[in-house]
């Protein structure tokens, strides 16, 4: 079942940006199961809304030691404000 998930990032803009451009550089695939990955700026942090195919494949990519890497390496904490809705309908034209 599709879910949609949200969290913060507790970073700035430029810090979000720089690590969202290595992970989408060329030659580096999608998360698998990752639907839609939206960014926003909200009180100085990064605001993500997500839609993945299940909560499994969320989970797996959260728990991939490169994630911690990753956020280790622009020093950006662990989001702790996640939350997973299960959706009805996940639909991409």
């Known amino acids: 079942m599709a879910v949609l998930v ?3 990032m507790k970073t700035d803009g430029a810090t ?3 690590m969202h451009a290595m992970m989408t550089a060329p030659g ?3 998360p698998p199961g990752l639907i839609l990955h939206t960014a926003h700026a909200v009180n100085g942090n990064i605001a993500m809304v997500e839609v993945w195919e299940s909560d499994e494949d969320q989970h797996r990519f ?3 030691p490169r994630m911690a890497e ?3 390496a622009h020093r950006i904490p662990v989001p702790d ?3 997973v809705t ?5 639909y991409q034209p």
């Open 6 to 8: 949200t969290f913060t």
């Open 16 to 18: 979000y940006e720089a």
């Open 28 to 30: 580096v695939p999608p």
């Open 62 to 64: 959260m728990s991939d």
């Open 70 to 72: 990753d956020l280790a």
């Open 81 to 83: 404000d996640l939350t």
């Open 86 to 90: 299960p959706l009805i309908v996940a």
